[in-house]
């Protein structure tokens, strides 16, 4: 469960990297446009709270895709502190600037992911297919035609199982990539998601 996971991650990352991106770069610019203005203050403090529910949601992500364990709540929510001391806590939480440091990677890193994945997919599929559709024109079923770059080189006897076998590879290959791009990203969300020792 935890290789199929790692594949929808892979897939569902360009969206939440383009999401999680966007927050960030807007936020920023408008942080910076806003700090000489009264409202800017609030600004900011809205946005870093923005910022670590992101955190939460990409935490919970994580957790139910990749299978790495993520903290539930913010840990610095110590209900006995004041407003002011827990706006002040968010700010000085490294894993604030470390989070917004992995929300900005999650759009290169989410292209990556989504390409590797789509193009693995869409081979291995492709090569079982093309191979299905050779057996059945060699059966003279529905009147295909299909012509494939390996059947120039070997003869289509040999050529369909071939493509069949590549396509059924390419798929485990993909499968084992997937689970170990899974594994390293659940670690990198953790060192930047969770505060060291959390």
């Known amino acids: 469960p935890r290789t199929w996971g790692a594949l929808f991650y892979m897939l569902l990352s ?3 990297g383009i999401l999680y991106f966007t927050t960030v770069v807007t936020g920023l610019s408008m942080s910076a446009g806003l700090a000489i203005l009264i409202i800017g203050v609030p600004f900011v403090i809205l946005f870093i709270g923005v910022v670590r529910v992101l955190s939460l949601v990409e935490g919970r992500i994580v957790e139910v895709l990749l299978g790495e364990r993520m903290p539930r709540r913010p840990l610095y929510a110590d209900r006995s502190l004041s407003v002011l001391a827990r ?3 968010m700010f000085t939480d490294p894993r604030t600037w470390s ?3 992995y929300l900005g990677l999650m759009l290169p890193l989410g292209t990556i992911y989504f390409t590797v994945a789509v193009t693995g997919v869409s081979l291995s ?6 191979a299905i559709a050779q057996a059945l ?3 003279g079923v529905g009147g295909l035609h299909v012509q494939s770059d390996l059947t120039m080189w070997l003869p289509q006897w040999l050529s369909t199982p071939v493509l069949f076998v590549l396509g059924f590879l390419m798929l485990f290959v993909l499968l084992h990539v997937a689970r170990a791009v899974g594994m390293m990203h659940a670690a990198l969300a953790k060192n930047l998601l969770v505060k060291s020792g959390g």
């Open 87 to 89: 706006i002040q806590a």
């Open 14 to 16: 360009l969206a939440t």
């Open 125 to 130: 599929f492709g090569f079982v297919i093309a």
């Open 137 to 139: 024109e060699a059966m």
């Open 99 to 101: 989070t917004m440091l």
